[in-house]
């Protein structure tokens, strides 16, 4: 089973869609996300709410409730008592007196969704408040507060920040935001690879399709496991390899790509294939 610290690919499921629950579970994701929040609309959150469970799976279960401040947040969390949920997903999270009480008063761990300006600019507080196990990026929304485009280049800073928060308060390294392109495995694969150079490992997913291109984009490619062998072969102090100076700093760096290697599924190294709906 996969602890919450250590999840790559959590994929989302629509909380008012019990029956792909098992569906999603059969993916070679890390984790489920059961969604109260985006993914139902307001109709639909009483039997969202009463579909909840987490008996279709041995991996982790997180359920991501509607934000502070909503009509639905408090029921929701009500309804998560007595069921074993890996975690709590809390979307919008910006740090305040009701975000504290709520860290506080919870039995269960949090993943922080930021999600907004003002949640960036609290990211290193958040960080360490009680409760809070990792940080999560929502991209798009996070883009919509701030009005600048959904690209790489215009997001860099903000998830290089959720980088650095999460460094500085000792968490695990943070979950990058979704990709909306279903299909497009390469598209994915790259954003995922994008990710991790930047340092985070892992990625939210919203449709099956998308688990295996993500896989393959946090995997070490075949160039990267054999320079870490090398590495790792050449002894203790500093050598040249290649003509390239290797030290401790550098053996730290091989021994993380070499343990992604053994943590992979066997299907993080088929390569994707771009395909249409």
């Known amino acids: 089973m996969t602890a919450v610290p250590d999840i790559t690919v959590a994929l989302f499921v629509p909380g008012d869609r019990p029956e792909r629950f098992v569906k999603g579970a059969s993916t070679d994701a890390d984790a489920i996300i059961i969604d109260l929040e985006d993914a139902v609309a307001a109709e639909g959150k009483d039997k969202a709410r ?11 279960v997180l359920v991501r409730v509607n934000g502070l401040g909503t009509p639905w947040h408090e029921r929701d969390i009500a309804a998560l008592r007595g069921h074993g949920f890996s975690a709590v997903v809390l979307p919008k ?10 860290c506080d008063g919870l039995d269960l761990p949090v993943v922080a969704l930021i999600e907004s300006v003002r949640g960036l600019a609290d990211a290193r507080r958040i960080a360490t408040t009680r409760n809070v196990i990792r940080i999560a990026f929502g991209s798009i929304d996070f883009s919509a507060d701030l009005g600048c ?14 980088v650095i928060a999460s460094r500085l308060a000792g968490l695990p390294q943070p979950i990058d935001g979704v990709t909306t392109a279903i299909d497009d495995a390469p598209l994915i694969a790259s954003d995922a690879r994008h990710a991790r150079d930047l340092g985070f490992s892992g990625k939210l997913c919203i449709h099956p399709r998308q688990v295996a291109a993500i896989q393959l984009g946090f995997a070490p490619d075949e160039a ?21 100076m290797v030290d401790e700093p550098v053996r730290i760096r091989a021994r993380s790509i070499l343990k992604r290697v053994q943590s992979a599924p066997a299907t993080a ?8 709906q």
């Open 50 to 60: 009463s579909a909840l469970k987490r008996d279709f799976t041995d991996e982790p």
């Open 224 to 244: 990267e496991v054999l320079w870490a062998r090398n590495v790792m072969a050449s002894g203790d102090g500093a050598v040249a390899i290649d003509g390239a």
């Open 269 to 276: 190294f088929d390569t994707p294939r771009s395909t249409s």
């Open 149 to 162: 485009a959904h690209t790489r280049e215009a997001l860099l800073l903000a998830r290089s920040e959720l």
């Open 93 to 102: 999270a910006e740090f305040g007196p009701e975000f504290q009480a709520l």
